[in-house]
């Protein structure tokens, strides 16, 4: 050990290890300063909430959260930490499985149909949900609000990642924690948020290896989950449902057992 690190406080590793980076803000183009450790920053100038999509951000380890009273709260504080804009938990009798939801990502020729296997025809599907549920005893449910226009651009693919990436964190703390049946379930499929670049799915029609292993789960309409009571009950339906609104949000679940 060095002179200097005898007598450095160890409380500054983390601060001499971490550094500024200047991001332009999507919305006002103002440049946006986060710390490297940081996962977002709000835009002084306009508001926006800016994400660092930097892979080598030094996130939180779920392992290094103090124990506390409540499990459900060091969850929904994980879920914060790691990037969502908002997080709620509801009572598993407000979910509502409904097969004729997951039968429209058929019936509507949605595209991520039959992509991946975190979308129908290849997920267990909503019979399956049913048949499980009683194993559920909440639902957290998060968001992530970013400006619309980030919706249709070249950002989505991040938020989308951004989405996955928080519920599968929040479900292995859940597991951590004794909570062994919990499961995650986000939106799209992983064809088009992993393997965009690829013509297939290697686990669907290559040798079987998924790509990128871990880093996607279902989407909830592929097990009939109605978002839209969830969102009522949550009082958080208004703001979803304004097509005016100059922000949109991506909802994440995460089944509580
Ligand atoms: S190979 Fe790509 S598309 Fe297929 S399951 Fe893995 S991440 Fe999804």
Redesign the pocket.
């Known amino acids: 050990m060095g002179l200097n690190d005898t007598l450095k406080c160890p409380g500054m590793d983390k601060t001499l290890s971490t550094f500024p980076i200047e991001f332009d803000c999507p919305q006002c183009n103002a440049i946006v300063e986060i710390w490297s450790d940081e996962l977002k920053c709000r835009c002084t100038q306009c508001g926006t909430v800016v994400f660092n999509p930097d892979p080598s951000v030094k996130k939180p380890d779920p392992k290094t959260f103090e124990s506390k009273a409540n499990p459900i709260d060091e969850l929904l504080e994980l879920a914060m930490d790691f990037g969502s804009s908002a997080v709620t938990i509801l009572d598993a009798d407000h979910i509502q499985i409904d097969n004729q939801i997951a039968d429209l990502c058929r019936e509507t020729k949605c595209p991520n149909y039959g ?4 979308c129908p025809p290849h997920v267990r599907g909503p019979d399956w949900l049913k048949n499980n549920i009683h194993k559920t005893s909440q639902a957290i449910m998060v968001e992530i609000e970013v400006p619309q226009e980030q919706m249709y651009s070249d950002k989505r693919k991040e938020i989308s990642k951004l989405l996955h990436f928080i519920v599968i964190q929040i479900e292995r703390a859940a597991h951590e924690k004794g909570l062994v049946q919990s499961t995650a379930f986000a939106g799209g ?3 088009n948020i ?2 965009s670049e ?1 013509s297939y ?4 029609n ?1 040798d079987g ?5 871990d ?2 789960r279902p989407s909830v309409s592929g097990y009939g989950i109605n978002m839209n009571h969830l969102l009522k009950n949550a009082g958080w339906f208004k703001k979803s449902n304004n097509s005016f609104a100059p922000t949109s949000s991506h909802y994440g679940l995460v089944l509580i057992g």
């Not at 992509?115 to 975190?118: A, E, K, L």
């Not at 799915?201 to 669907?204: Q, S, T």
């Not at 290896?209 to 292993?213: T, V």
């Open positions: 992509s991946s296997p975190t499929s992983c064809k992993q393997c690829h799915c290697n686990f669907l290559g290896i998924c790509r990128h292993p880093l996607s």
